[in-house]
Structure formats: structure tokens, C-alpha cells
């Protein structure tokens, strides 16, 4: 009998999906990079939110960009702004505040803390912080 090409375990090694849905840590730093010991769990770029957050987030570009020339140019920028911390804010899923997890709570959070975006994309397009090199046979 043929092995599945979707079940060959040399394929599986290249699986990424179960990692990027599932979440993986991030450790926050302050900006001078001091270790806070908080952390958020992020899911990855490959994973179904952040997919369906991106056609969100794209349609309502599209949106504010037929907008542009009716608004000021400090309210597009408030706008723009504000679907790039949304998109964001939908990879978390938890953190380890005392506080409990909410999504209005992790967008408030980004809002105020706006240093930590760029760390929190680099993390979730990072493949490397959802994949999980296979072990060979010895």
C-alpha cells in the first residue's frame, strides 16, 4: 500500500501549522532591554488568525486609503496605525500578566506600550520561533 503524501513522515518534519496556531512565547523586554519577566503567547504568521486578521486588516486599508483625502492627515495616520495594532493584537492569545487575558485588554495594552510592536511582528514572521527541528534516528 502507497503511504499518503500528507501522512510521510519526512513531510511532516516541514509542518509548521499546528506550532503557529497553537502559540509560542515571547519574553518582553523594557526599550533599553531589560528582562521584564512577562511574556505574551503569540501565534505565528502561518497560523488561522493571523490569516483571517490579514484580510481584515487589507480590506480595511483599502478602505482608509479612499478615504485618505477626506481625513487629515493625523487622523490616517491614528487609523493606519490602529489596524496595524489590531492585526497584531489578534496573534495573542495570553499573557502572563495579573490581569485576566481579553483582546480589548492585549489592544489597550499595544496602544500604550506601542515600543513593543515591532519585537511582537518580527517574532510572529519568524518561522524559526514556530518550528521544531526533527530529531534524527542514532
Known sequence: SKTSPASSAAMAAFSITSA?????????EFPDGTATGEHL???????????????????????????????TVEEYAERE????????????????FDVPF?????????ETAPYLEPALDSFLVDRSNFFVTPQKAS
Open 102 to 110: 481579553s483582546r480589548k485588554g492585549v489592544l489597550e495594552f499595544l
Open 41 to 71: 503567547t503569540v501565534l505565528g504568521s502561518d497560523s488561522k488568525a493571523f490569516r483571517a486578521g490579514k484580510s481584515v486588516f487589507q480590506r480595511q486599508s483599502l478602505a482608509l486609503i479612499k478615504e485618505k483625502e477626506k481625513i
Open 81 to 96: 496605525a490602529r489596524l496595524t495594532t489590531t492585526l497584531l493584537s489578534s496573534c495573542v492569545v495570553g499573557w502572563s
Open 20 to 28: 503557529a496556531n497553537e502559540g509560542r512565547t515571547l519574553n518582553l
